[in-house]
């Protein structure tokens, strides 16, 4: 079964991981210039340095369906530069999902594939997809919405180790994002982190610098430019997340249900 996803930060990349492990071929599409700044588990970090490994699989740079056929058979994860995702008619996917966690529909129909997936906010199951994944922290994450739609986006993050907004690093003023550290220091509350041009950005918490954006991406006064996780274990920053892997989990479930319900109805006629 082949299937495109939307989107190949962090979040998407737990999905593609899941699905890839289950024997999914598979195309995640990005921006020229991603902005994933958990990018140590995220391929789209293959936008810019060719390729990304993710625990056990490789994502790699295709520009093209000869390209994209050449990893799938490598047994690789084909990432394609297509804001667009101009890529579905050409490749023409069995599913397609919507991960791009943008909190707003970006131009998914339910038509796109003969299963489609919504994960997160903007989505509504029925409307504009077949089913909608829950990407709140709680007791519903990861859960397939078959009526309505995701909980709505609050603009708080998730807390982590009592900790929520204070997490998030964030652009000081417009300009050109630099790190200071790396991912996977350990950073004191206070510690210089980054520059967004030359405005300096210090942290709000300690922990481990479990996300940080790449040198030179553009930024905007406030714009999410990387993350301190205050449980400070290091290795948590190179394996996928426990709420990347629970949508991961809940994708595959709505796919493998649609394709279950699709299979009830051939017999039945």
């Not at 050109?176 to 350990?186: A, E, P, R």
């Not at 994708?251 to 249900?257: F, P, R």
């Amino acid at each position: 079964m082949k299937v495109l996803i939307k989107g190949a930060g962090d979040l998407a990349t737990g999905i593609g991981c899941r699905l890839k492990r289950c024997g999914f071929d598979l195309v995640m599409t990005d921006i020229a210039v991603p902005t994933t700044v958990r990018r140590t588990v995220a391929f789209s970090r293959a936008v810019y340095e060719g390729q990304a490994k993710v625990e056990d699989i490789t994502g790699v740079l295709c520009h093209n369906l000869e390209e994209i056929d050449e990893a799938i058979a490598r047994d690789q994860v084909a990432v394609v530069v297509d804001e667009e995702c101009k890529i579905r008619e050409a490749w023409k996917p069995d599913v397609v999902v919507d991960a791009i966690i943008a909190k707003t529909n970006l131009g998914t129909r339910i038509t796109d594939a003969d299963v489609v997936v919504g994960v997160g906010p903007g989505f509504t199951a029925g409307l504009d997809c077949h089913v909608v994944v829950e990407t709140k922290r709680g007791h519903n994450l990861g859960r397939c919405i078959w009526e309505g739609s995701a909980f709505p986006n609050t603009g708080v993050p998730g807390m982590i180790g009592g900790y929520d907004k204070e997490r998030i690093i964030r652009a000081t003023a417009d300009g050109t994002f630099k790190g200071q550290v790396m991912i996977g220091d350990l950073v004191e509350k206070g510690d210089l982190v980054g520059y967004s041009g030359d405005a300096p950005i210090y942290a709000l918490v300690g922990g481990v610098v479990r996300g940080l954006l790449q040198d030179g991406v553009t930024v905007t006064k406030g714009m999410k430019s990387g993350d301190v996780d205050p449980r400070g274990n290091a290795q948590n920053c190179y394996t996928i997340s426990d709420k990347a892997t629970s949508i991961g989990g809940g994708v595959l479930e709505g796919i493998l249900s649609m394709k279950k319900k699709g299979a009830a109805e051939k017999r039945e006629k």
